[in-house]
C-alpha cells in the first residue's frame, strides 16, 4: 500500500508542517490528512508507529484548527470524523451502550482559558464554574456493564461504538467487584468507563523476568496492560495484575428503561458513590477545583508529580462537575465539549544511536548497551540506554547510527522502542556483537534457557570488579564508603582479588591516596569492621552466586547453623525450601564444590567475617493476636525516641511485620523526621496509614 519513499516524505512533510504550525494553509490540508491518516495506519494496523503520540497530536491539531476555521472543507473521511480502533479478529464484537469518545488535548493554561470560555458559550453560564480534574491514566480503556448489580459485560473501547468483548479477562481484576449495588439508587442496567493499568514497578518486575527468559519486552505499561486484556486465557491475564480505575458513568437506566443519570447532580457525586460501592475512582491528584486557574494550577503541580505516582499518566482530565452543564455543552462525534485532557511533556522522543558498548556483569552477562545522542524525556536528559542481550538489537534491527525511538515511561528505565529504517542512510552500520570477552579476551558462552551471553572466566577482571561492588553493596555486606570508584581504584592498585582482600586493605596507603582523608578513611575502616558482624544471609547473598537472591539467601541461612556446612548440603535440601528450584541449587552446589571457594569463606572468617547463623537469620514468629498482628509496618526517617532497630523490634512484638519498600503491601509508614521519597511515595499510594513516631508509640501503648 505506502513504500518506504512515501514514509519518508510523510515524516518530513510532518516535521516541516510541526515546526511552523500556523503556516499551514488549507490547500495543504489533504496532504495533512493523509499523512495522519498514514500514521493512524501505523499505529492501529501494523502496530508500528513511526512518529511520537506527541507529534501526532499537534499535527491533529492543526487539522482541527483549520476545520475549525473552515468547516465547509470537512471531508467525511477526515481523520477528525472517527476515533481510534483497536478492534480484534479473536473476540467477539459488541455495541457500547453509549459511545467512547476520545478527548480533546490542551497543553498550557492558554489552552485551558480558551475551553472556559467555549463551555460558557455553550452554556450561557457566567458564574463560578466548578471542574473536576482527574489523572489522565495511560492504560487501557474499558467499559463495564452491571444488570441487577452483576457484573456482566467487560468490553474494550475498540472503535469507540463497538469493541471486543472480554468479560472472561475482566472478571480476573480484583479492583473491578463483581457485584455492586446500583439498585439502592434505583438504577437497573449501567455502563461505567475506567481503564485497566499496571503498577510501573510490577511492570518493571514482569519485564525483567521476560529479559531473562528471552522473551521480547513490552515498551510501556500501557503495552502490558492492553495485551493483559486480550489474553486468549484469563488466568493470563490474571498474571499481569491489572487494577482498574473507574472514571466515568455514561448510562443508567431504571427498572422502565428510563434515563437514570439525573439521580445524580454532580460528577464528584458520581465518583463518591461509585467508590461507597466498591469501585477504584481516581482519588489521589484528583481535585475539585472552583476556578481554571486553580485547574491549571493542579494540573502543573501534579505534572511534578507524576513521578512519584504509581502509575503511569500522561496527563490530567478536567470535567466539568455539573451534569447539568454538562448536558448543555454535548458531545462532538469525536470528544465530549464538557472535558479536556491536559497534556504532560513527551516522554517519548527520537534520537541518534551512536555507539554501542558491552558491559560485563558479576556472573558475567554481556548487556550491550546503546550511546546515544542525549535527549530530554519528561524532565530527564538520557544519554544511555540498555540493549538488554543479542536478540533485542536482532528482533528491531537496531543499527549504529540509526534514528531511534526511544521512550521513558514514568520510573521505568529509558527503552528504545524502535528504530527508523527508513531514514537510514550509508553511514549506518551493524552492530556487532563481540565474541570474546571485552576485558579479558576469554570466548564468550551461551547456556540453554539464557538470552545472554557469558564470559565463562571466573577470574575476569571486570567480572571481579563487578563482584566487589555487588559485596559491598547495601543488601550484602553494606559497606559504606565503598562504591564503584573505591574499588576500581584499589583494583587497580592490586590490593583487590577476592572478598578477603577487602579485610586485608592496607590503611595505611588508603590514607595517602588522592581524594581520600584521614577521615573518610577511618569511617572505611569502620564500615569494613561492622560488616564482619552481619547475620550469614547477607554474606551468601554477597557471592554473586547466580540466581541467588536475598530471597533464597534468607531462606538457606535460615535453616543452616554455619556456612560451610553448605559444603555437605545435598540438592534435595536446597529444593526442599519452596523458593529455590533445581538450577539454582546446582549453582550453590558448584560453588562449594570448589575448594578455592572454602578457602576463601575460610580465609574470610580468619579475619572475623561471621559464617554462624544468628538472631537475625532467623523468621521471627510474630504474635497473632498483638495489636498490630497481620499488618506490614515500614519506619522512615530519622526517629528522635529510639533508634530504628528498637522501633522494628517494637513493631514486631506488637505483631507487625517490617518490610523494606513501599508497595501495595505497606499497611503503616511511620515518618520521622525528614521522611523523604518513602513518604511521598506512601502517601501517593493513598492506602498506607501513615503515623508519626509518637502516634505510633501510642498506638502501641494503648493496646
Ligand atoms: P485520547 O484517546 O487521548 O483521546 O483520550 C481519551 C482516553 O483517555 C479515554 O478513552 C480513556 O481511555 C482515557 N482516560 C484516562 N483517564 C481518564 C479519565 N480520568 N477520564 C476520562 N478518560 C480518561
Ligand atoms: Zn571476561
Not at 102 to 118: G, P, T, V
Not at 206 to 215: D, F, P, V
Amino acid at each position: 500500500m505506502y513504500d518506504a519513499s512515501t514514509q519518508k516524505e510523510f515524516i518530513r512533510t510532518g516535521n516541516a508542517f510541526l515546526q511552523h504550525p500556523d503556516q499551514v494553509t488549507t490547500e495543504q490540508l489533504p496532504v495533512l490528512r493523509k499523512l495522519l491518516r498514514y500514521h493512524e495506519w501505523k499505529y492501529y494496523a501494523k502496530d508500528d508507529p513511526v512518529i511520537s503520540d506527541y507529534d501526532y497530536d499537534r499535527l491533529y491539531k492543526i487539522l482541527e484548527r483549520l476545520e475549525a476555521a473552515h468547516p465547509e472543507l470537512i471531508t467525511p473521511d477526515s481523520p477528525t470524523q472517527r476515533v481510534g480502533s483497536d478492534l480484534s479478529s479473536d473476540f467477539q464484537t459488541v455495541t457500547h451502550l453509549s459511545p467512547m469518545l476520545s478527548l480533546e488535548n490542551s497543553y498550557n493554561a492558554e489552552d485551558l482559558n480558551d475551553f472556559e470560555k467555549q463551555v460558557r458559550k455553550l452554556t450561557g453560564e457566567e458564574g463560578p464554574i466548578t471542574y473536576v480534574v482527574e489523572p489522565k491514566f495511560d492504560g487501557s480503556s474499558v467499559a463495564l456493564i452491571y444488570e441487577n448489580n452483576i457484573l456482566v459485560r467487560g468490553a474494550t473501547r475498540g472503535n469507540g461504538h463497538q469493541g471486543d468483548d472480554i468479560t472472561p479477562n475482566i472478571k480476573t481484576i480484583p479492583t473491578i467487584p463483581l457485584f455492586a449495588d446500583f439498585s439502592e439508587r434505583g438504577i437497573h442496567r449501567v455502563e461505567l468507563r475506567g481503564e485497566a493499568l499496571i503498577r510501573k514497578d510490577y511492570f518493571e518486575t514482569i519485564n525483567k523476568q521476560r529479559a531473562k527468559a528471552g522473551l521480547p519486552l513490552f515498551a510501556n505499561p500501557r503495552n502490558a496492560a492492553a495485551g493483559g486484556l486480550r489474553m486468549k486465557d484469563p488466568k493470563e491475564a490474571a498474571q499481569r495484575k491489572l487494577d482498574t480505575f473507574v472514571y466515568q458513568m455514561t448510562f443508567a437506566e431504571d427498572d422502565n428503561g428510563q434515563d437514570a443519570t439525573n439521580k445524580f447532580e454532580f460528577h464528584s457525586e458520581i465518583l463518591q458513590y461509585l467508590n461507597k460501592i466498591g469501585f477504584l475512582v481516581p482519588h489521589n491528584l484528583s481535585k475539585v477545583c472552583r476556578t481554571i486557574e486553580e485547574v491549571s494550577d493542579f494540573c502543573q503541580q501534579s505534572e511534578q508529580k507524576r513521578e512519584e505516582y504509581p502509575y503511569e499518566i500522561d496527563g490530567m482530565v478536567i470535567k466539568v462537575d455539573s451534569l447539568e452543564l454538562q448536558k448543555k455543552c454535548g458531545l462532538t462525534s469525536h470528544h465530549p465539549r464538557w472535558a479536556m485532557a491536559y497534556k504532560f511533556k513527551a516522554k517519548q522522543a527520537t534520537s541518534v544511536l551512536l555507539d554501542v558498548i558491552f558491559q560485563v556483569g558479576k556472573v558475567g552477562a554481556i548487556t550491550p548497551v546503546a550511546k546515544i545522542k542525549p535527549v530530554e524525556l519528561a524532565g530527564v536528559t538520557v544519554s544511555s540506554v540498555s540493549l538488554h542481550n543479542e536478540e533485542f538489537i536482532r528482533s528491531k534491527d537496531i543499527r549504529i547510527g540509526d534514528q531511534i525511538v526511544v521512550e521513558r515511561a514514568g520510573d521505568v528505565i529509558p527503552y528504545i522502542v524502535k528504530s527508523l529504517p527508513e531514514l537510514r542512510d550509508k553511514s549506518v552500520h551493524p552492530i556487532v556483537f563481540p565474541t570474546v570477552c571485552p576485558s579479558c579476551h576469554t570466548p564468550l558462552v551461551k547456556e540453554e534457557g539464557e538470552a545472554a551471553w557469558r564470559c565463562p572466566n571466573y577470574h575476569c577482571p571486570e567480572q571481579i570488579i563487578q563482584r566487589m561492588i555487588h559485596f559491598v553493596s547495601k543488601n550484602a555486606m553494606n559497606i559504606d564508603g565503598m562504591g564503584e570508584s573505591q574499588i576500581r581504584k584499589f583494583y587497580g592498585l592490586g590490593w583487590l582479588h577476592n572478598f578477603d582482600d577487602i579485610y586485608r586493605l592496607p590503611f595505611d596507603k588508603i590514607q595517602k591516596l588522592e581524594g581520600f582523608g584521614q577521615r573518610s578513611a577511618d569511617n572505611l575502616k569502620k564500615a569494613i569492621l561492622a560488616s564482619k558482624n552481619n547475620p550469614i544471609h547477607r554474606l551468601l547473598y554477597g557471592l554473586s552466586i547466580h540466581h541467588l537472591g536475598r530471597k533464597a539467601s534468607k531462606l538457606i541461612a535460615a535453616q543452616v547453623k554455619y556456612v560451610l556446612d553448605l559444603k555437605d548440603w545435598t540438592i534435595e535440601q536446597y529444593t526442599n525450601i519452596k523458593e529455590i528450584g533445581p538450577i539454582l541449587a546446582e549453582n550453590i552446589i558448584d560453588f562449594f564444590k570448589k575448594p578455592e571457594n572454602i578457602e576463601l569463606l575460610k580465609s574470610l572468617e580468619s579475619y572475623g567475617v561471621n559464617l554462624h547463623q544468628t538472631a537475625e537469620d532467623l523468621p521471627v514468629e510474630l504474635p497473632t493476636d498483638g495489636p498490630l498482628s497481620g499488618k506490614t509496618i515500614l519506619f522512615t526517617g530519622t526517629l528522635m525516641q529510639m533508634k530504628r532497630k528498637e522501633a522494628q523490634a517494637l513493631a514486631e512484638k506488637a505483631g507487625a511485620k517490617n518490610i523494606s519498600a513501599v508497595s501495595k503491601n505497606l499497611n503503616i509508614l511511620v515518618a520521622g523526621e525528614k521522611a523523604g521519597s518513602k513518604l511521598k511515595k506512601a502517601k501517593a499510594l493513598g492506602t498506607v496509614e501513615i503515623l508519626n513516631e509518637q502516634e505510633f508509640l501510642d498506638l502501641i501503648e494503648k493496646a
